[in-house]
């Protein structure tokens, strides 16, 4: 969670299930990990809170969004994108296709939602596709050509068009040479996070 998660040291067994929810949702998060509710609610005991949050789920006070990763809200009402990278639960952003799309370049939208992380891996959320591609630490936390976009860490076109040449150098991209790719921007950003990759500018 972010630098407003407080920790709760008493953990009293008679505190509501409404009162523990309403202490996340006073954090502004909609989206948490079990080891964040086991801060926030102040259960030490792994069996306990596994318990108590198994028992908010069927309830239906929060709902089980993936492996640890629970949300407060209707998971179809959450950023996509918010919701992969938070299924990651390590620095990650989203690049690649899916940004490669949105921004007009490539035709065919893809059947998954491509994040940049630490691991490679795939999974599924609320009949969601994602593919996460591994990248070298030096490389992923190099903020060059990244945005923040509604709390998530979003790839520039040139950046995500970089890291797609990174991944793959022989990629074709649809309207490379319409104009809407800025090659000497690509460039620029390739040197500044210090890929070795063959650009056009």
Known sequence: MNNKSIQYKNNDPRTSAGERISRIAALDEVLFHAGDAANIWGIRNKSTLNTTLSRYVASGAIRRVYKGLYSIKNINDIDPFLLGIKAIHAPA?????????????????????????????????????????????????????????????????????????????????????????????????????????????
């Open 93 to 201: 952003y989203v690049s690649c296709e899916s940004v490669l799309y949105r921004e007009g370049v490539l035709n065919q939208p893809p059947r998954e939602i491509t994040l940049v992380s630490a691991s490679s891996k795939r999974f599924s959320i609320a009949g969601r596709e994602y593919r996460s591609r591994r990248m070298r630490d030096a490389f992923l936390m190099n903020d060059a050509g990244i945005e923040i976009k509604n709390g998530v860490r979003v790839a520039a076109l040139a950046r995500a068009v970089a890291d797609m040449l990174y991944f793959s150098p022989k990629k074709y991209f649809d309207i490379g040479d319409s104009g809407v790719i800025q090659w000497e921007e690509v460039k620029r950003i390739a040197d500044a996070v210090g890929y070795r990759i063959k650009i056009k500018a």
